[in-house]
């Protein structure tokens, strides 16, 4: 089952933060959180596993709560660089395929 | 340089017709997906392959077919049985369970 973000879409002036979420309805092994802009192929960001870690480079990080089944994205003094879609991808066992979520639209302006 | 490949990146084909998108990686992956997405829409699996000679059936595999012979190479025929083909085809990889994906380029694939 795929897993449901929120919000579906964000604007957000330069310097301002956002939290996108991650929620699955099954035990979830690893989330994988991604980047596409228009047009171009999803570029990964990180991947959290199973132990509550939270993980992060400059300005955007990342948290999982296994119990919960949710992860959150935590993007910091955003930048117009950090516009387009963000997508979360659930492994619920040690198998090897993710299911993605719907997205979240993410517009960051001047 | 290492990478996913996918040729190519626009694809016009008429109603009734079979059409190849080619898949190609010299990571040395052993994992191999195609994903599809429509327009504001997330990625829908496909197909998926763990090993040469061996693939699954994803989300959305009606109306379309793969082959694994070679562990570089994972091409996808979008068949006629496919009743809206129109949409943005992604090739991806990876190395195994939890490691990072890669996708390939894309091909946007317009049947009229």
């Known amino acids: 089952q795929q897993p449901v973000q929120s919000p579906q879409a964000v604007i957000l002036r330069e310097g301002e933060d956002a939290v996108i979420n991650c929620s699955s309805s099954?035990?979830?092994?690893?989330v994988h959180w991604y980047r596409q802009k228009h047009g171009e192929a999803p570029v990964f960001l990180m991947i959290?596993?199973?132990?509550?870690e939270q993980k992060g480079h400059e300005k955007i990080s990342a948290s999982f709560n296994e119990k919960k089944q949710q992860s959150s994205l935590y993007l910091t003094a955003s930048q117009l660089s950090y516009s387009g879609t963000y997508f979360c991808?659930?492994?619920?066992?040690?198998?090897?395929?993710?299911?993605f979520g719907g997205g979240t639209r993410l517009m960051v302006k001047p | 340089d290492g990478g996913i490949t996918q040729s190519p990146k626009y694809l016009f084909r008429k109603e009734g017709q079979n059409v190849t998108l080619s898949c190609e990686q010299n990571?040395?992956?052993?994992?191999m997906y195609w994903y599809r997405q429509d327009p504001g829409q997330g990625l829908r699996l496909i197909y998926y392959?763990?090993?040469?000679?061996?693939?699954q059936k994803g989300d959305i595999a009606e109306g379309y077919s793969v082959s694994r012979e070679k562990k570089e190479s994972f091409p996808l025929t979008v068949t006629s049985a496919q009743k809206n083909p129109t949409a943005f085809y992604l090739c991806?990889?990876?190395?195994?369970?939890?490691?990072?994906?890669?996708f390939g380029p894309g091909t946007r694939l317009t049947v009229t």
């Open positions: 991806a990889s990876r190395d195994g369970p939890l490691y990072e994906q890669y």
């Open positions: 099954k035990a979830l092994y690893s």
């Open positions: 959290l596993l199973k132990g509550g």
């Open positions: 991808g659930t492994e619920n066992n040690a198998g090897n395929m993710l299911t």
């Open positions: 990571l040395n992956h052993d994992a």
């Open positions: 392959s763990q090993i040469v000679n061996d693939f």
